[in-house]
């Protein structure tokens, strides 16, 4: 994402009266009245023919430029009647170049203050455009993101709104203070605050010295007794007696098992390839750039996760889902999210109601890709079903000759009826969304026990679906968990929600925890490269 040749070239095309070449940007507005003071004449001359060698600004870029301009009679924004860049300018002009502190690149916000104290009116009207346009393309990137999610994964399917490029432009202009007033566009919810806190750490340690690296050869556990022990305590910060460093003890063992836990991997304390592969920072991915990726998603989700809201949050990297009510923590769990070939969609909407006792309809693609393969070696395993042909008669398993279906379309329908073998368990949260997924309970319960997760079809799995009901029914005042479970067992009933609890099904590789320390999880989804590459890292 880079852009400095390409200012400069935009900047030569105002200086030398480049042809227009999106004159329709301005096609609506009055120009018999053109100022006549030689840097407002530039100005507008400038912002009236904008250079095609810009293409990715926004159009709306320009008119807003042109628009606010205007309403000041084009005189410059940034610099003086002397044509020097006045203390708002440079205190801009500092921010961008601090931006990779916030994941961005400084390039991509150029700045061509007139600091020569040229009188030449073209110079100081291109230097004054590009400054105008930069603080517009930095105000979009830190409120909506640098690049949009869609371009990433079609499973992403987040739409942040872009700001107003006059509030924009306005705001750093005339309030107080310019550079509050850009950074006020960023994320400020608590998450996002900690990540920026890491990267800043991350990007003054980067060029330090490396580490030594813990030998990977040899699987270290306890009651083992090797050099790469001690390198291993040194890897873990662990002050020890010269006399026992190489000794695999249960000090080492208990700061594996730390590891472990904080990185997503079995706490088992073994150290075995993939343990001592994280931690000598093997990951294709820098944390530097975990951090900038997970920054940008930031940017993409809604603001109000910056309040004190109540909703509920999945993370799908780190599998738990979190109940917020009021800003405060009221539920924390474990969840089993979609298979990297059928990812968990990552969006935000509202829950509107509670299924108890559901019934299972099973989507088209599971019926023909797994169901069908079953029924041919065994139609009897068809009785878990309600079968029905597309004309609406039931159907007995028995008297279909399903390998006659193989590779074409179904045409039967599938549903699993309420019990204790149905794969929704005993409920299900609907937040209706044209992804068809919701959380719910499941009978299969073994495998919550496993560090990764990612088995389901798409839909969320939840590990304690009472206590997750407990905590979602705390925003109704007429339901609890207990009225909700004495409903189990019998018909499929729906419970209509007073309250339209929000729901983010997120995806956050890197997550700070209550003390602010940044732990970090494998990119299932692959979602990190792809934010990465679409960013030009």
Same mark, same amino acid.
């Not at 009188?119 to 291109?126: D, L, M, N, S």
């Not at 990977?216 to 699987?219: K, Q, S, V």
């Not at 149905?422 to 299900?428: D, F, I, P």
């Not at 026990?449 to 939840?462: I, K, M, P």
């Given at each position: 994402m880079r ?5 400069l070239?935009?900047a030569t095309?105002?200086?030398t009266?480049?042809a227009?070449?999106?004159?329709e940007?301005?096609?609506d507005?009055p120009?018999?009245?053109r100022?006549f003071d ?5 100005i507008f001359?400038?912002?009236f023919h904008?250079d095609?060698?810009l ?6 870029d320009y008119?807003?430029?042109?628009e606010?301009?205007?309403q000041?009679?084009f005189?410059p924004?940034?610099?003086?009647a002397?044509?020097? =860049?006045n !203390?708002? $300018? *440079?205190?801009i002009?500092g ?5 990779? &502190?916030? %994941?961005?690149d400084?390039?991509d916000?150029?700045v061509f203050?007139?600091?020569s104290?040229s009188?030449? =009116?073209? !110079?100081? $009207? *291109?230097a ?6 930069s603080?517009? &393309?930095? %105000?979009?990137?830190a409120a909506s993101?640098?690049v949009?999610?869609?371009?990433v994964s079609s499973a992403?399917s987040q739409k942040p $709104? ?12 005339e309030?107080?203070?310019p550079v509050a007033a ?6 400020n919810?608590?998450?996002y ?5 890491a990267l800043?750490?991350e ?6 010295p490396?580490?030594?690296?813990v030998p990977?050869?040899?699987?270290l556990?306890?009651g083992?007794?090797d050099?790469?022990v ?13 006399l ?24 088992d ?5 993939r343990t001592l592969?994280m ?5 294709k ?11 940008e ?6 603001r109000?996760l910056?309040?004190d809201?109540s909703y509920?949050?999945?993370n799908?990297p ?11 923590l ?14 968990t969609?990552?969006?935000?909407d509202q ?6 006792n559901?019934?299972w309809?099973?989507?088209?693609s599971?019926a ?5 393969p ?17 004309s609406?008669?039931?159907v007995d398993?028995?008297?279909?000759n399903?390998a006659?279906?193989?590779?074409s379309?179904?045409p039967?329908s ?6 204790p073998r ?7 949260f609907l937040?209706?969304?044209n ?8 009978p299969?319960?073994?495998?919550f ?14 590990h ?9 029914f705390?925003h109704?005042?007429d339901?609890?968990v207990?009225k909700?479970k004495?409903m189990?067992?019998?018909n499929?009933s ?9 729901v983010?099904?997120?995806?956050f590789?890197?997550?700070?925890d209550d ?10 989804y ?7 590459a679409?960013?030009?890292?």
């Open positions: 852009r400095t040749f390409q200012a070239m935009f095309a105002l200086a009266g480049a227009p070449l999106h004159a940007i301005a096609d507005r120009i018999a009245n100022p030689p840097v407002a004449h530039e001359n400038g912002l904008p095609s060698r293409p990715h600004l926004l159009k709306r008119a807003a430029a042109f606010y301009y205007g000041h009679g005189e924004l940034w610099h003086d002397a044509g020097k =860049p !203390e708002r $300018a *440079t205190a002009a921010l961008f170049s601090r931006a990779s &502190e916030d %994941g961005l400084p390039n916000y150029p203050l007139n600091v104290g009188h030449v =009116p073209a !110079e100081i $009207a *291109t004054d455009i590009l400054m105008t346009l603080v517009l &393309e930095y %105000g979009r990137h993101g640098q949009s999610p869609g371009s992403i $709104a872009l700001p107003d490029p006059i509030a924009i432009i306005k705001d750093a202009a309030s107080p203070d850009l950074e006020a566009l960023q994320p919810n608590p998450q605050l900690a990540l920026k806190k800043k750490a990007l003054a340690a980067k060029d330090a490396k580490p030594v690296e990977t050869d040899l699987t556990r306890l083992v007794n050099a790469r001690a390198v291993l305590r040194a890897r873990l910060d662990i002050l020890d007696d010269p026992t460093a190489n000794d695999f003890d249960e000090t080492v063992h208990d700061a594996v098992v730390a590891f472990q836990s904080d990185n997503g991997l079995q706490p304390g073994i150290a075995g390839p592969g931690l000598n920072g093997d990951s991915v820098s944390h530097i750039d975990t951090l900038v990726a997970n920054m998603r930031w940017r993409w989700m809604p109000e910056s309040g809201g509920v949050f999945v799908i780190f599998y738990t889902v979190r109940v917020m009510r009021d800003g405060k009221d539920y924390q769990g474990r969840v089993v999210v979609g298979k990297p070939d059928h990812m969609p990552v969006f935000s829950m509107e109601s509670v299924v108890v559901p019934y309809n099973v989507p088209r599971i023909n890709n797994e169901i069908l079953t029924l041919i070696n065994n139609p009897g395993a068809g009785y878990k079903y309600e079968i029905r042909h597309v609406g008669s039931r398993p028995y008297s279909v399903w006659a279906y193989q590779g379309t179904l039967f599938f549903r699993q009826p309420p019990g149905n794969a929704l368990g005993t409920v299900k937040f209706p969304n992804h068809d997924v919701y959380l719910h309970d499941t299969s319960r073994s495998l026990s496993r560090n990764d997760r990612a088995f389901s079809h798409g839909c969320v799995r939840l304690e679906p009472m206590a997750f009901a407990d905590a979602v705390k109704e005042p339901w609890t207990d909700m004495r189990i067992g019998g499929e729906w419970i209509k929600l007073s309250y339209h609890l929000p983010h099904l997120a995806y590789t890197a997550w700070a003390s602010g320390t940044v732990t970090y999880r494998r990119d299932v692959g979602h990190d490269r792809a934010t990465l679409a960013l030009g890292r």
